[in-house]
């Protein structure tokens, strides 16, 4: 089957044009930069300082993605306007070609932590993050489809589509960069994720009319809903190689190995 639908692959799709973002706010970021530790003697004191630098971490990220970073060249992510995105829905009871234009999407720095592990001996780090709110908006959309392969749906107008408690967990397999500046995911192990709640909020299918508008946008939520659920392995494989292909060049430009080699175990 066709699958060329995913909401965690738009969300690549959001970090993959963050070029085409507004320029970033001047901001002063280097006291938010971690500093290079001093390396404990015992590795009872090595755990608790890889973890104060994890969260060090985490919260540039979190930094850079409301504000940019002028030192690496990054505009911000959250909010973010993105000119077009494309998203083909073929699950059968609803079958839709949904083409999005001039799109803002925010949310993504509010992502919340439940558990990060940084293992320096394996090199792995398990993490598991949800994001409260995500919003969506698409000044205008252009709809084909279909309900049942028997119903014609068309249609144009404004959306706006509403993720809440999207949860994700997964072990990054981490690797050092080849020039020895940047740690860069080698691979993702056991991606998952959950997507409890979805709402859709089209205006003028089918010409129009608030009840029509009603009733596709609930098939919508129950359909994405289930299609999410049903293909997740797949869904996940194949956003784990897009994070991947999108990530490591970004990470590619930070100078990250120096903070953890200091403390890997020899």
């Known amino acids: 089957m066709r699958m060329k639908f995913t909401i965690v692959l738009a969300l690549c799709a959001f970090v993959a044009a963050a070029s085409a973002a507004a320029a970033p706010k001047v901001v002063d970021e280097n006291a938010l930069i971690p500093q290079v530790p ?31 970073s002028v030192i690496f060249g990054i505009p911000p992510l959250d909010p973010l306007d993105l000119e077009e995105l494309n998203l083909s829905i073929p699950a059968g ?3 839709l070609d949904l083409e999005l234009q001039r799109i803002a999407a925010s949310g993504f720095g509010d992502f919340v932590v439940h558990r990060s592990d940084l293992s320096l001996r394996g090199l ?11 919003e969506i908006s698409s000044e205008v959309y252009d709809l084909v489809g279909d309900i049942l392969t028997a119903i014609p ?11 809440e408690n999207f949860r994700l ?13 940047s740690v860069l995911i ?19 299918v089918i010409g129009g009319g608030d009840d029509l508008d009603a009733i596709v946008n609930a098939i919508t939520e129950e359909v994405i809903i289930g299609y999410v659920n049903r293909f997740q392995g797949a869904i996940s494989k194949i956003a784990s190689l897009a994070v991947i292909a ?8 930070l100078d990250t190995w120096r903070f953890i080699a200091p403390l890997i175990p020899s």
């Open 38 to 68: 001093a390396v404990p003697k015992d590795e009872a004191s090595r755990n608790i300082l890889v973890n104060i630098l994890v969260r060090q971490l985490i919260e540039y990220v979190r930094h850079v993605i409301r504000n940019g």
């Open 93 to 95: 009871l609803l079958n």
């Open 124 to 134: 792995t780090f398990d993490l598991d993050i949800s994001v409260p709110r995500l």
């Open 153 to 163: 749906l068309y249609g144009t107008g404004n959306a706006r589509f509403v993720i």
């Open 169 to 181: 967990q997964a072990r990054l397999i981490l690797r050092q960069s080849e020039d020895g500046r």
């Open 186 to 204: 080698d691979r993702i192990e056991n991606a998952a994720f959950q997507l409890p709640n979805f709402q859709s909020q089209l205006t003028g």
């Open 246 to 253: 999108v990530g490591n060049p970004l990470l590619d430009q």
